[in-house]
Each structure stands twice: as C-alpha cells, then as structure tokens.
C-alpha cells in the first residue's frame, strides 16, 4: 500500500509561481505512474499532469501547457509539479495520484489511479 501526502499550497496573486510537493511512503514511486489532478468547488476532478512510470512520457492539460512543469525525484520518492504565471481559474484543491500499475503512458483519466493524497489548497487571487 502506497500512502501520499501533497504539500505546497497556499494563498497567491495571480502572476507568482508555487511548487507543490507529493511525497510517498510505503512503496518506491519508481513502480507507477504519477499524476496530479484538480477539483474546484462544484466541478469535477480534472487531468493536470501525468508522467509514466518510467519518466519518459509526460503529459499536461492544455489548460497548463507551458506554465506547469511536473517531475519525479525517485531517489526522494516525491513528485512535484512546478506552477509559474498562476491564474485565478488555478484555484482547486489539487491531488496526487499514483496509478493502479507501471504504465508507460501515464493516463489522464481519475479512473485509472488507485491511490490518491488528501490534497493541498491553490488560491489565486486577481
């Protein structure tokens, strides 16, 4: 069983970055594919980056193209997805998922991860 816990949250004007952080323990991230996710108050959970689980393939929403930067340290068994030129349609409580088994695509559908952290907060204020 793989436990994930995000970190890196907060409270930002739009323009600034932040660097959120998903640390794992129970099990070596090198064994899934990772992805990060967003929920806004009153809509779904959406695809914001991905990476298989061999790093060599990544994937963003188009909605973040260019301004988020997703990477896996697995020496440090983290992920992080790097936010530059925030915007106000970034606010979401943002999670971390690792997928149901090692696959070299990573998907963009919530269905097809297994295991999920608590989330972290982004505010962006205009």
């Known amino acids: 069983q793989i436990q994930l816990v995000e970190s890196g949250g907060g409270l930002v004007q739009a323009g600034v970055s932040l660097r959120l952080s998903c640390a794992a323990s129970?099990?070596?991230?090198?064994?899934?594919?990772m992805g990060w996710f967003r929920q806004a108050p009153g809509k779904e959970r959406e695809f914001v980056a991905a990476?298989?689980?061999?790093?060599?393939?990544?994937k963003y929403a188009d909605s973040v193209k260019g301004r988020f930067t997703l990477s896996r340290g697995n020496t440090k068994n983290t992920v992080d997805l790097q936010m530059n030129s925030l915007k106000p349609d970034d606010t979401a409580v943002y999670y971390c998922?690792?997928?149901?088994?090692?696959?070299?695509?990573?998907?963009?559908?919530?269905?097809?991860?297994?295991?999920w952290g608590q989330g972290t907060q982004v505010t962006v204020s205009s």
């Open positions: 129970g099990r070596t991230l090198s064994s899934y594919a």
């Open positions: 998922a690792a997928d149901r088994g090692a696959s070299w695509s990573p998907p963009n559908s919530p269905n097809d991860y297994a295991y």
């Open positions: 990476v298989g689980y061999s790093g060599a393939i990544t």
